[in-house]
């Protein structure tokens, strides 16, 4: 999946050397995430996330996700973190068309200067800042969420710029500061 413009170029046939399918996003301002067959693309200017089918090379049904909307994804799991509310959704791949925003209880909570990490097995990784800690949310092989669980960062500076990743299994935390 390569991007360009408002374009997303969908499949490049190796054998003839041609692009053999593509399809148009609805706006300039948006981003791709991949994770083996499950593409993604997330619309900031529209504020939707969408999946892709890749053997089509078809845009799904589009969710709406907050306009501050950070996403990320690995293996079968979506987790998307309200950047403003620090409200963390966590959801599989295949239910994104049927994610209703305004009807889904966030999976975690994480306040102010939050982020969020998916490791390739689909474990959510949130990062609270305002409590010090790192949420862990496993999933199913579905990419369903279970319960959550959390872990102490120690002290850091709830106002300063914190970021998580995974490491394999792993949650990193960065602070800046």
């Given amino acids: 999946i390569t ?7 969908g499949h490049f046939n190796h054998e003839s050397t041609v692009l053999d ?20 693309v997330v619309d900031t200017g529209a504020a939707t996330l969408s999946s892709v089918d890749p053997a089509r090379v ?11 909307a950070k996403v990320a ?16 959704w966590v959801v599989p791949v295949k239910g994104i068309a049927s994610f209703e925003l305004k009807a889904a209880d966030p999976t975690a909570e994480l306040g102010e200067n939050a982020d969020v990490a998916v490791a390739k097995d689909g474990t959510v990784f949130g990062l609270s800042a305002d409590k010090g800690e790192v949420v862990t949310i496993p999933v199913d092989n579905e990419g369903q969420a279970l319960k959550p669980s959390s872990a102490s960062v120690g002290d850091i500076d709830p106002s300063g710029e914190h970021s998580i990743t995974a490491v394999g299994d792993k ?5 800046r500061d």
Avoid: C, E
């Fill in 3 to 9: 991007k360009t413009s408002s374009l997303l170029i």
């Fill in 21 to 40: 399918g593509g399809l148009r996003t609805s706006g300039d301002n948006y981003d791709i995430l991949q994770d083996a067959a499950n593409v993604l």
């Fill in 58 to 68: 078809a845009l799904g049904d589009s969710a709406s996700i907050p306009g501050s």
């Fill in 73 to 88: 994804l690995g293996a079968a799991t979506a987790a998307i973190l309200d950047r403003k509310s620090g409200d963390l």
């Fill in 171 to 175: 949650p990193v935390v960065l602070d």
